[in-house]
């Protein structure tokens, strides 16, 4: 039986192994990298943008030419929190005002592990499974001219697509099967990155210590969930009061359409 990877301290686990670490780079960026130390709770002092923000999963390679950045998502976050830390580790490089060279390539994996609830600004809903962002001019022509090697990548096994390239959809798979069926997880133990995952995260494997931080952070997270309901209700409530359609209204709260109508009949 594996641990739930939407679980930060198993998340954590399985991937601050180095031999886990290198291989999911490898599959998800297509890069081979060597790492001395991977971070976790990475803070930079001082304090970039006047934003003291926490990157779960941190490492640069030995030749400090890269920096890369995984970020575990159990709910749903607007990307602008996202893009907020892929920039913020670009400009960390920027040490004072008359450096303008950025050294280090910076790549961001951020892994959700609830289905979207956020929609594009025309209002149609996101359902990719994989999302890209290059930090590259290009012409009027659509040509790309290459001056920076910055990605960002976004992975959601919620919403599986038969294009998906079959190194990423092994990872995928690993983390929704952990989530879903972690009793009788069919997964790709050819890949040695997969395969010592699923031996770091076996339940087994789990000291009890571990076992008693995953319980204590699965508690922690129901407590938060349910502060964040109260809260978008309290809101959805006071937004009842203006013009709003429910429409809007569900928009702006995150809440169901059917959890509005409720809301407003016991209102009226």
């Known amino acids: 039986m594996l641990g739930n990877l939407d679980n930060e301290v198993i998340f954590k686990k399985a991937f601050t192994d180095k031999i886990v670490f290198k291989a999911f780079v490898r599959d998800i960026l297509g890069i081979e990298v060597e790492v001395e130390k991977i971070e976790t709770e990475k803070k930079f002092e001082p304090k970039i943008g006047y934003v003291d923000f926490e990157l779960d999963i941190f490492a640069e390679t030995v030749d400090k030419r890269i920096c890369i950045e995984i970020q575990r998502i159990e709910y749903d976050h607007h990307f602008d929190r996202f893009l907020h830390y892929f920039l913020m580790l670009i400009a960390e490089q920027q040490k004072n005002s008359k450096e303008y060279n950025i050294e280090r390539t910076v790549y961001v994996i951020v892994v959700l592990t609830a289905p979207y609830k956020i929609s594009e600004k025309n209002g149609k809903p996101i359902l990719d499974e994989l999302l890209l962002l290059h930090l590259n001019p290009q012409t009027l022509q659509g040509e790309i001219r290459e ?25 995928l798979d690993l983390i929704y099967q952990s989530i879903h069926s972690p009793e009788r997880p069919v997964l790709n133990t050819q890949n040695e990155g997969i395969k010592k995952a699923m031996e770091l995260i076996s339940f087994e494997n789990l000291t009890p210590e571990e076992r008693t931080k995953a319980k204590n952070k699965e ?30 209204i569900a928009k702006h709260t995150g809440l169901t359409l059917e959890h509005i109508k409720q809301l407003r009949t016991e209102k009226e």
């Open 147 to 171: 001056l920076y090697g910055h990605q960002f990548v976004c992975l959601n096994p919620n919403h599986p697509n038969s294009e998906t390239p079959k190194q990423i959809r092994d990872w």
């Open 219 to 248: 508690a922690a997270k129901i407590v938060l969930t349910k502060e964040r309901m109260a809260e978008k209700i309290e809101i959805a409530k006071s937004l009842l009061q203006t013009s709003l359609s429910n429409q809007e």
